[in-house]
C-alpha cells in the first residue's frame, strides 16, 4: 500500500510573471465639418461594436438634464420609442442615454454588420427627437420614484453631503434633483434645452469592435455629417480648492451605522504626480491588499468594503475614501483611518509593498482594455477630457517607474490627515462624543 505524504503549513506563492509591455490597439480619427471628432478602435474579440457619444453638457438646469437623457429617446418627429427599439433590435443593437455634470452620454452596442443602421438611428435621435408628452409624464413620473427611493438610502445621503462640503456652490455639488423640480419639467423646456446643448461642437464620438477604422469613420460621417446646432458649449468652473475645515456630522437619528466619508487633493490624469498618488491610494485603501482595508476590515472588523478611488472630472480631482461601519465604533474607525493616512504621509511604504500595488495597477490597466465595452469605455473617458488612447502607454510607463521616495512624496502631500475633509453620516447622538475627542465636530440635519 502506498502511502501519500500531504505537506502542511503554508504554500509559498510563486512570484509574479513579468508584466506584458502595454499595446495600443488600431485606431483612427477624424473630425467632421460639424466638429465631432469620431475615434474608431479595432478591437476584433467578437462581431460587436460598442458606440459612446459624449455631448459636452456643462450644468444644464438639474432636472431638464435628467429629464433629457432620461426621454431622448422616446420616439422623434418620424419614430415612435417602440419603432426606434425595434430598428434597434434588428441589427442586435441597443442604446441609452445618461448625463452627469459634464456630459450627456448615448451608449450602445449592436452587431458589426448593423453599424451603419445604428448610426442612423443615433442621428434621428439627435436631430429629432420630440420628447411626446404622455413618454415625458411616464418617465417624469418613474424619475420620481427612484430619486425619492435614493434618499432613503444613506450612502447616497453621504454622497450628496460630501460633494456639498467639497464643491460648495460649483455645479459639481448636487447630484440629484428634488423631485418637486422633476414634476415641473415639461416637453416644450426639454425641445428647449435640446436645442440648446445637444449639437457637435466638442462632442467625441467613440467606436470599438471588430471594425476597420477608417471604414467606421467614413460610416459615421454618411450618418452624422447632418447634425448640425448652432447652441453654445457650456464651460465650468474651474473645482474650488478643497478645504478641511471641522469635521461635518451629518444626523440621522436612529441610524444603525454611521457612513465614513473622506476627501483629499488629486491631480487629474496629466500630471506627474497622477501615477505615484495613484500608487499611495492603492496602497492606503484601493485595493483589497491595502492597509486600510487590512486595518479596518480585517484586523478590527469595523467594516466589510472600505475603499478609497480617484475620481476625475472635467473640472478638477479629487481623492474620496468611503466605508460603512457599526455606530458603536464609528469613533474608532476614523482613528485608525486617520492613522493610515497619517503613517503613509510620513513613512515611506516598503518596496514589496509598493511592487504589489504596481502589479495591481499595471493589470488592471490592462484588463480595463481587455474587452470592447471596457476599451470603449476608457477610450470615451480619455476623449472628453482631451486625451487618446496613446496616453495609456505613457501613463504606464510613469507606473512602472514610480519609486518609494515618488510614492513618499506625494503621499505626503496629498494624503496628510490635516488636508482631509471629512463628513460622517449617523446618529449624532450616539457618534458625537467619540468623533469630538478626535476633531472638531459640526452638525447639521440630514436634508431628504
Do not use: C
Not at 502506498?2 to 512570484?15: E, M, Q
Not at 450644468?59 to 418627429?77: C, D, I
Amino acid at each position: 500500500m502506498t502511502t501519500t505524504t500531504v505537506p502542511t503549513g503554508p504554500r509559498t506563492l510563486p512570484p509574479l510573471g513579468p508584466t506584458r509591455k502595454l499595446k495600443v490597439p488600431k485606431q483612427a480619427e477624424r473630425t467632421l465639418r460639424n466638429g465631432l471628432t469620431v475615434i474608431a478602435v479595432r478591437r476584433p474579440a467578437v462581431p460587436l461594436v460598442e458606440l459612446r457619444l459624449w455631448v459636452p453638457f456643462g450644468r444644464a438646469h438639474l432636472a431638464r438634464g435628467a429629464m433629457l437623457s432620461q426621454t431622448m429617446l422616446s420616439g422623434t418627429e418620424s419614430m415612435t420609442s417602440v419603432q426606434i427599439a425595434a430598428e434597434l433590435q434588428k441589427v442586435g443593437g441597443g442604446l441609452s442615454a445618461g448625463v452627469d455634470p459634464d456630459r450627456l452620454m448615448l451608449s450602445g452596442a449592436g452587431l458589426v454588420t448593423g453599424l451603419d443602421r445604428m448610426l442612423e438611428l443615433l442621428a434621428e435621435v439627435l436631430t429629432g427627437a420630440s420628447y411626446p408628452g404622455d413618454d415625458v409624464a411616464t418617465e417624469r413620473d418613474r424619475l420620481v420614484d427612484r430619486i425619492q427611493v435614493a434618499q432613503s438610502q444613506p450612502a447616497h445621503l453621504a454622497r450628496e453631503a460630501l460633494l456639498k462640503r467639497i464643491y460648495g456652490r460649483h455645479p459639481y455639488a448636487t447630484q440629484t434633483p428634488e423631485p418637486g423640480q422633476i414634476r415641473a419639467v415639461r416637453p416644450a423646456a426639454l425641445r428647449t434645452l435640446h436645442a440648446e446643448r445637444v449639437h457637435p461642437a466638442g462632442a467625441q464620438l467613440v467606436l470599438v469592435g471588430d471594425v476597420q477604422p477608417e471604414k467606421a469613420l467614413d460610416a459615421a460621417e454618411r450618418a452624422l455629417s447632418g447634425w448640425a446646432g448652432a447652441g453654445r458649449v457650456a464651460e465650468l468652473p474651474p473645482t474650488p480648492p478643497l478645504e478641511p475645515g471641522p469635521l461635518l456630522l451629518v444626523d440621522r437619528p436612529g441610524s444603525v451605522q454611521s457612513s465614513l466619508r473622506i476627501a483629499l487633493p488629486a491631480v487629474p490624469r496629466t500630471d506627474p504626480d497622477h501615477a505615484p498618488l495613484q500608487l499611495a491610494n492603492l496602497i492606503f485603501g484601493g485595493y483589497f491588499s491595502s492597509r486600510w482595508v487590512e486595518n479596518i476590515r480585517e484586523d478590527k472588523g469595523y467594516t466589510y468594503g472600505p475603499h478609497s478611488v480617484i475620481e476625475h472630472s472635467v473640472a478638477g480631482s479629487v481623492l474620496v475614501a468611503a466605508a460603512e461601519v457599526a455606530t458603536e465604533v464609528t469613533g474608532p474607525a476614523l482613528l485608525e483611518t486617520t492613522y493610515e493616512l497619517g503613517r503613509l504621509a510620513s513613512l515611506p511604504p516598503k518596496p514589496e509593498e509598493l511592487e504589489q500595488a504596481r502589479q495591481y495597477a499595471l493589470g488592471t490597466l490592462q484588463l480595463g482594455m481587455s474587452t470592447q465595452a471596457g476599451l470603449a469605455a476608457l477610450t470615451s473617458a480619455y476623449a472628453g477630457n482631451g486625451l487618446r488612447l496613446d496616453f495609456l502607454a505613457e501613463y504606464a510607463a510613469r507606473l512602472a517607474k514610480a519609486t518609494t521616495d515618488d510614492v513618499a512624496r506625494v503621499a505626503a502631500h496629498y494624503l496628510a490627515p490635516a488636508r482631509a475633509a471629512v463628513v460622517v453620516l449617523g446618529d449624532a447622538e450616539r457618534v458625537t462624543p467619540g468623533l469630538a475627542a478626535l476633531t472638531a465636530v459640526r452638525t447639521e440635519p440630514v436634508q431628504q
